[in-house]
């Protein structure tokens, strides 16, 4: 498979942000959709500059604005199993074995004054990924300015997006033979290595061609469609085409398709169920 899949459906996981972060509908949130990405982006590339920081620095007070204090150790050490499950979407056990791959990355990316450890970071994309709430809110809740949840949101993306390639990906023969043995014995369908499906990631109104991205439920998307294995592990993704597009002419636009067609890297696949 492509390795640009996986990057694609990172892209849209943080597109989602997105929609959730502009659906909040409290005055605050209001205030905070005006915050655009290319805003957040300049303002980084800004404090780069030697002569603008001395100059702001020297020019304008900071001002010390009261955040939540702690909230981190209440969800690490007394938020129940459950709790943190339904706030984060993962269990537990996940994400700390998420922590552990990716705790390096992010710590030689912060900044050793940096307030956020590698835990907090990880807590706070979560929570955004996970919850309709604005970078202002998530940053009350953690005790950070939202522009430090937008910027550890990037560096988490980024730091998960490495391991894409080696955690969505299509499975060889031995495991392929595993699946299909699974699949025959838990759901009664002989010779299936996967099931396949889609689904439509709302997004905001394009400038452009926006009829095209109206999907059959009358909102806008885009297209994902996924690949997976008996116990929901996806071993394909395939992203970006418009929400108007039917489903079977997405598959006919997805590598899958092409590879099944061409019949080289899985020239062993017995066939794909859709809605399995």
Same mark, same amino acid.
């Given at each position: 498979m492509s390795q640009t899949a996986p990057r694609n459906l990172i892209s849209a996981l943080i597109l989602v942000n997105e929609i959730f972060d502009s659906d909040d509908e409290s005055t605050d949130s209001d205030d905070e959709s005006t915050d655009s990405e290319n805003e957040l982006y300049?303002?980084?590339?800004?404090?780069? %500059?030697?002569?603008?920081?001395?100059?702001?620095?020297?020019?304008? =007070?900071?001002?010390?604005?009261?955040?939540?204090? !702690? @909230?981190? %150790?209440?969800v690490t050490e007394r938020m129940q199993d459950y709790d943190f499950k339904t706030h984060f979407r993962l269990h537990r056990s996940t994400f700390d074995l998420l922590l552990g791959k990716i705790n390096i990355k992010l710590q030689n990316q912060t900044r050793p004054t940096s307030r956020c450890s590698p835990n907090k970071i990880l807590l706070i994309t979560l929570w955004i990924l996970a919850t309709p709430e604005s970078y202002r809110s998530v940053g009350c809740r953690f005790g950070v300015c939202k522009k430090t949840v937008f910027k550890v949101i990037r560096r988490t993306i980024d730091a998960i997006y490495e391991m894409a390639s080696t955690t969505i990906k299509w499975p060889g023969a031995t495991e392929a033979q595993n699946i299909i043995s699974a699949n025959s014995s838990t759901a009664g369908f002989p010779g299936v290595l996967g099931a396949i499906? !889609?689904?439509?990631?709302?997004?905001?109104?394009?400038?452009? =061609?926006? !009829?095209? @991205?109206?999907?059959?439920?009358?909102?806008h998307s885009l297209q994902l469609q996924v690949v997976c294995q008996h116990n929901l592990k996806f071993t394909d993704c395939y992203v970006g085409q418009p929400g108007s597009m039917h489903d079977a002419r997405v598959f006919r636009h997805s590598e899958i398709c092409t590879d099944l067609q061409n019949r080289q890297e899985i020239a062993h696949l017995p066939q794909l169920v859709d809605k399995l």
């Open positions: 300049q303002d980084e590339e800004e404090l780069n %500059e030697p002569s603008i920081l001395t100059t702001r620095v020297s020019t304008v =007070s900071r001002r010390n604005v009261p955040k939540v204090a !702690g @909230y981190e %150790e209440i499906d !889609g689904t439509h990631i709302p997004i905001r109104t394009p400038q452009h =061609s926006s !009829g095209t @991205y109206i999907n059959r439920k009358g909102f």
